[in-house]
């Protein structure tokens, strides 16, 4: 569907910049596995919500503002931030290593550090919907 098509999309940016072709499966693969390595970012922030909570309607909303917060408050001091879910595909791994309880669901990561604006993956920009695609305001005036 759409979002797996702008995923493909984003992807194509990206190997496009970094100047991999489809067929170098071994580049292709060094850049997967630098989203394993958190784009070699120093720090790793892990969102995880308390499994009790996994049935509600808002855990998913709250995890979100969460890291909304955390990457705007990284941007206002200069850092770079990547909301992804490489990092917690290997979520034994991680568990593990960041001591996270039993009890705690791994919702997503966020790769945090000083962005290199010379880095060609740092220039591309994702396409999105436009606000006006995507909302519907009622009750506001034009």
């Known amino acids: 569907g ?7 999309g984003v992807a194509k940016q990206l190997f496009a910049a970094m100047g991999i072709a489809r067929e170098d499966k071994e580049a292709r693969l060094d ?8 784009f070699d970012a ?22 979100g503002a969460v890291t909304t917060a955390l990457v705007n408050a990284a941007w206002s001091r200069g850092l770079g ?18 001591g996270i309880a039993d009890d705690q669901v791994i919702m997503k990561a966020v790769a945090l550090g000083w962005p290199d604006e010379s ?24």
Request: hydrophobic residues 40%.
């Open 2 to 8: 759409q979002h797996r098509d702008r995923q493909v």
């Open 31 to 38: 850049w997967v596995l630098r989203g394993f390595r958190q």
């Open 42 to 63: 120093p720090v790793c922030v892990i969102i995880t919500y308390d499994r009790i909570l996994a049935s509600s309607d808002d855990t998913a909303f709250d995890c």
């Open 81 to 98: 931030a990547v909301i992804n879910s490489q990092g917690i595909m290997q979520s034994p791994v991680v568990r593990e290593h960041a």
């Open 119 to 142: 880095f060609p993956a740092n220039a591309v920009v994702s396409e999105r919907k436009s606000v006006a695609e995507a909302t519907t305001f009622i009750g506001f005036d034009d």
